[in-house]
Every structure is written in structure tokens, then in C-alpha cells.
């Protein structure tokens, strides 16, 4: 089966094998010419999986996101494994490593602040890089929470989670940042989608404010990071 999606403001053609993927990403349907295609075989599938017990639907959903995030960031465009949200019109991102407390912090931000908080991806948001503009996007590829939106916000500020007693936040160098956000982007498999990937990293961490949050997980955690990436 083919269907033509829009991801991240581009038009992708993908040819696929099995129902999983078509309500997957049944929200980013499109009718624009595609600029980019992509194919996926059993071959791809079989290859993707790493035991017995996962559906090859499921497999077959995460080839695509592989082979679409090869293409992407020859347009500027990467995969960022965090949790995205928007307040304001503005999104702010919250990275951390898996089991760390994305999740929990979200839902911090959305009790203490309610209906302000939008969510825009809860695990995988592509992230788009230009001369006036960084911003996040929503993605079907959503985590266990399936928190996601067809939706997408400028950058204003990304995040590192950590665990500690008191609630703590400060700013990071563009350098650190840029070691933090290499741990959680795709990695292409070709050396040229390497060094654009980390040309993009490079770009972000010098143009959007990066912080480290050491928290507790209790509400004033939510209210700190959010004083802070704000600017208050």
C-alpha cells in the first residue's frame, strides 16, 4: 500500500506492507507532491527485528521512521528523543535518558499549569533547522504515554532531567549541549548524513538556550524549570 504523509512540513511518499503504519500515522495523511519517497520491504522488517514476540506491523512502523530520518536531515531536519510540549505559542523539550522522569515532568507542567500546556510529542518530535527558525514537530511515534499532536512551535528552550533531592536549574555551554543532544538523535548509517547531523546539533545548541534541571519530581520541580526557560 502507498500513501503520501507530511512530516515536519515535508511530503513523504511511503510504500509499505502492513495496516499498522496506515492508522498509525492517520492524522499526517497529505495531498501535496511528494519530496521525498521511501519503500520497505520484508527483507527491511526482518532485519529490524530483535526477537520473536514483536508484531511486524510494529517492526515495519519503526523501519519507516529509520529510513525517513536518513532522508530528512538532508533537509534539515532530525529525530530528538525527548518529550516536546507548547505553552504560549513557544515549545520547550525535555531530554533525558529512557527511565530518567520525561514523562512525570510532564505531567507536572500539565497539573500545575492545566490547559496552557500543549503537547506537541512525547518521546520522538523531528526537529527542523533554518536561518530563522528552529521548531519542533509532532510525530506518530509517540512513546507508551501515545502523547502526540500533528501540531508544531518554534523552540524556545531545551531541558536535561536529572534526579536529586532539591530542585535545582542552571544553564549549560553550547558545548555541553551539544554532547548531550548527540546521546539523543538518530544517528545516520552514512557519513555524509553524519556530519549534517551533527552540523544541525551544532546549530541548535548555539541558537536555543539549553539548561540542566536536577529535580525531585514534585510540583515546585514544574514551576522552576518553567520560571527559568522562560526567562523569569
Known amino acids: 500500500m502507498t500513501n503520501k504523509y507530511q512530516f515536519a512540513g515535508i511530503c513523504v511518499e511511503i510504500t509499505h506492507i502492513y495496516p499498522y503504519f496506515s492508522q498509525l500515522a492517520r492524522d499526517y495523511l497529505c495531498d501535496a507532491d511528494p519530496e521525498v519517497s521511501l519503500t520497505v520491504t520484508q527483507a527491511d522488517i526482518d532485519l529490524e527485528r530483535a526477537d520473536g514476540e514483536a508484531q511486524d506491523g510494529y517492526l515495519e512502523s519503526l523501519v519507516i521512521y529509520r529510513k525517513l530520518c536518513e532522508q530528512l536531515v538532508q533537509k534539515d531536519i532530525i529525530l530528538l528523543h525527548s518529550a516536546a510540549i507548547t505553552v504560549d505559542g513557544k515549545a520547550y ?10 514523562s512525570t515532568h ?5 497539573k500545575r499549569f492545566g490547559k496552557a500546556v500543549g503537547i506537541i510529542n512525547g518521546d520522538k518530535p523531528l526537529i527542523s533547522v533554518t536561518p530563522t527558525e528552529i521548531r519542533a514537530w509532532g510525530t506518530p511515534w509517540d512513546g507508551k504515554e501515545h502523547w502526540s499532536a500533528n501540531r508544531s512551535a518554534p523552540v ?3 531541558c536535561q532531567i536529572g534526579r536529586a533531592a532539591e530542585n535545582t536549574i542552571y544553564p549549560a555551554s553550547a558545548e555541553e549541549a551539544l554532547r548531550v543532544l548527540f546521546t539523543q538523535t538518530y544517528r545516520p548509517q552514512t557519513e555524509m548524513g553524519m556530519r549534517k547531523t551533527v552540523q544541525l546539533l551544532a546549530e541548535i545548541s548555539r541558537r536555543v538556550p539549553f539548561w540542566n534541571l536536577k529535580c525531585n519530581m514534585t510540583a515546585e520541580a514544574a514551576e522552576v524549570s518553567y520560571a527559568a526557560m522562560r526567562g523569569e
Not at 93 to 102: D, I, R, V
Open 106 to 110: 510532564i505531567r507536572l507542567w500539565r
Open 156 to 158: 524556545a528552550g531545551i
Open 93 to 102: 523539550l525535555f531530554t533525558a535518558p529512557s527511565g530518567t522522569g520525561k
